[in-house]
């Protein structure tokens, strides 16, 4: 095959991503092999992949990829497998340093095991994705695609009302549902809110006020929703979805890197509040009423933001010690950060932990993900190790009403080893490959329906550090469906639209 013909198979900017994930894993052999211990040097490998993660990212991005998985993927794995270890490396987490003390072994073997995934996942999901481009080179540029903003702008109105509905829902629900069957149907109608929000980014130009208004009101409700929740991933989907919306015909590398760079401001803001937050003493996931909530907000409002001389947590309760101007300061807000992506230690431990002959059994519900819960009230909790993981991890029972998440490689390898890695890393660079593809017909104008699995396909591939059960078997079992569900419906919306034109 000539330079020229792998080229535009491949495209420039998937053949950037294979040799930066190349550059990574010979890297990381090369260090495993050297047998350095020096931080500096076993932690060069992240930095470069890291940097390389986020150019290749704004690449695709500015090329009109924004909505295939395999640009998320490039963004996630630079993020974690990158950006994580490096903040692992340095301790951002005072646990980093309690179970490896100075000891860097652990980050070699987590660079080899991650470098490797990255080139298998890449690799398998480009040989699938194919991406199509359109005669000028960019995606969805033709009159097909036209037709397609026509057909989802006479839907959207319909759509976006029902998305309101289910933010008011959430209101009356709150916090949340406490029947398992019921939370299990209502995160069914949960799942089509990000896409809805992405399609608002989509179609911004070409709506009516009304509809436009319509769209910031359910927008700005659920983002309140996700201050009240003290949930910084319900504050930031909105707005990420809305972005990726923005995003899809191709922008500027300045419009591009304008809008990371809010988005970051407003990660900054957030994380120490939603810390905050769960902390206050009157705070409770579960029976905490919105008004309650609206409380805890106004405490923290009063002192993190207005500087008011209130005690978050009076003396005499349980959560008395709490000092918001040291979680507010820069160096406590950056190691919160490093700690919130900090995937080495935990891989490390579960890299060791099947070394030494324990395997992890996170695997066992492989099959009864697949069953709904309607079916199967009685169905195992299926997020369930990662409260015993988080109890385990820091040897501490109390934590067991925490939550901790490997990363699906680290997951993979703590239950099967090396051959589990590969197999898991196959299976995920296929699901990402398919679902490329799907969004490269979708932006020609050939498939609508993509975009309204769009969004939690690619969250599914930026977040890695995922449980593989949950995100990539149930989640993509998920996505299949309502993408299947969704494409018989535009079918017949495009067959009464034929019909009506004949």
Not at 28 to 56: D, H
Not at 140 to 160: E, F, K, V, W
Not at 215 to 238: C, D, H, M, R, W
Request: aromatic share 12%.
């Amino acid at each position: 095959m000539t330079k020229s013909l792998l080229s535009r198979r491949l495209g420039i900017e998937y053949q950037v991503a294979l040799i930066n994930a190349a550059i990574f894993a010979l890297a990381a052999l090369a260090v495993y092999l050297s047998r350095v211990e020096q931080l500096s040097v076993v932690l060069a490998p992240n930095v470069v992949f890291l940097l390389g993660s986020l150019a290749t990212f704004l690449l695709l991005a500015k090329s009109g990829h924004s909505l295939a998985p395999i640009t998320w993927y490039v963004m996630g794995s630079g993020v974690f497998f990158g950006f994580g270890v490096i903040a692992g490396g340095l301790h951002a987490s005072e646990w980093t340093t309690i179970h490896y003390g100075s000891d860097t072994r652990h980050l070699v073997l987590v660079n080899l095991l991650n470098s490797c995934s990255v080139i298998l996942v890449l690799a398998t999901a480009i040989a699938i994705a194919h991406p199509a481009t359109s005669r000028n080179g960019e995606p969805g540029s033709n009159a097909q695609g036209d037709g397609r903003h026509t057909l989802l702008l006479r839907i959207y109105p319909y759509l976006m009302g029902a998305c309101g509905a289910v933010v008011l829902l959430k209101y009356i629900i709150f916090p949340l549902a406490e029947n398992l069957v019921l939370r299990s149907l209502l995160d069914k109608a949960y799942f089509f809110l990000p896409s809805a929000f992405l399609l608002f980014g989509m179609l911004l130009k070409r709506m009516s006020f009304g509809v436009l208004a319509l769209s910031a009101t359910v927008i700005l409700l659920e983002v309140a929703n996700g201050v009240l929740s003290f949930n910084k991933y319900q504050i930031l989907t909105p707005l990420v979805a809305y972005m990726i919306g923005l995003w899809a015909a191709g922008r500027s590398y300045r419009f591009l890197l304008l809008t990371m760079l809010v988005l970051g401001g407003v990660f900054w803001t957030i994380n120490p509040m939603v810390s905050l937050g769960r902390a206050h003493h009157n705070y409770d996931p579960r029976k905490n009423t919105v008004a309650e909530r609206y409380q805890i907000f106004t405490d923290y409002f009063n002192v993190a933001v207005m500087g008011r001389q209130k005690a978050l947590n009076p003396p005499g309760t349980v959560r008395e010690h709490l000092d918001v101007s040291s979680r507010l300061s820069a160096p406590e807000r950056a190691r919160a950060v490093g700690v919130r992506f900090d995937v080495a230690s935990i891989e490390g431990y579960l890299i060791n932990e099947y070394n030494s002959g324990r395997p992890g059994r996170s695997l066992v519900d492989t099959w009864a993900v697949l069953v709904p819960r309607l079916l199967w009230p009685e169905k195992p909790i299926i997020t369930r190790f990662a409260n015993e993981l988080s109890a385990q991890y820091f040897n501490n029972p109390s934590q067991a009403s925490s939550a901790i998440a490997p990363t699906y490689a680290g997951e993979a390898y703590w239950n099967l080893g090396p051959i589990g890695a590969v197999v898991v890393s196959l299976f995920v660079g296929g699901c990402f490959g398919w679902l490329s593809r799907c969004s490269s017909k979708a932006q020609e104008g050939g498939d609508p329906a993509y975009f309204f699995v769009a969004y939690p396909a690619l969250a599914s591939a930026a977040f890695v550090e995922s449980w593989i059960v949950a995100t990539y078997i149930g989640g993509f079992a998920i996505i299949v469906l309502s993408y299947g569900a969704m494409k018989f419906v535009f079918s017949i919306l495009q067959r009464k639209r034929l019909d009506a034109s004949v």
